[in-house]
């Protein structure tokens, strides 16, 4: 019955692709509930989780339309991964999300985090995990080490500056420069990149 459901979905993208719109209308139909769900977890606005719902809907037609789709059979994890990319784009503009505080609680997954796991949330978080491991490595070595340290291996800034033989603030520095070059990356990369 699964492989239904997304043999169903790719017919109607395609067929959307072929010029025949109401089969857009059904797939946003299918999904409205989940999608606008999972914007609204993050947001917990109305209005900015419909606007966010809307511009998710503007980009699959947009990308449809170029004949730029090619994830046949995974309508659903991609359309999810526009809206967290917008989510993310949303607090990036606004402000509210920090990737760097002073107090020694950077977590780059809470904005992702969900009380109920599913498939899709799962699909989104390992894509959000391989990105990210693939832009740690682009950075120079001394931040990527701080990096590891500090979000893999959760040791304190206090016990990174002991085992690099270097000041806190200099710990401090290198996370800093770290996550300034993080930032970077994922709006170079646009968060998604190819797997």
Do not use: C
Request: hydrophobic share 40%; glycine share 2%; no cysteine.
């Amino acid at each position: 019955m699964h492989s239904n459901l997304i043999d169903h979905d790719s017919y109607l993208v395609s067929s959307y692709i072929e010029g025949n719109e109401k089969s857009l209308e059904k797939l946003i139909n299918k999904y409205r509930a989940k999608i606008f769900n999972f914007i609204q977890s993050k947001i917990l606005n109305r209005d900015i989780s419909e606007d966010i719902f809307q511009e998710t809907f503007i980009k699959v037609i947009k990308t449809l339309k170029r004949g730029l789709y090619n994830e046949q059979g995974k309508f659903l994890s991609w359309v999810m991964r526009i809206a967290h990319n917008l989510i993310v784009d949303h607090f990036r503009k606004s402000s509210r999300i920090k990737f760097y505080k002073s107090k020694d609680d950077f977590d780059v997954f809470k904005l992702i985090s969900d009380d109920i796991p599913n498939i899709e949330n799962t699909i989104i978080n390992e894509q959000v995990n391989v990105d990210l491991n693939k832009m740690i490595l682009e950075l120079p070595i001394d931040q990527r080490e701080i990096i590891q340290m500090r979000l893999f291996k959760e040791m304190s800034f206090k016990e990174i500056a002991e085992l690099t033989n270097v000041s806190i603030n200099t710990a401090l520095g290198r996370m800093r420069y770290a996550i300034i070059n993080l930032r970077k990356l994922v709006d170079e990369n646009q968060i998604i990149l190819s797997a």
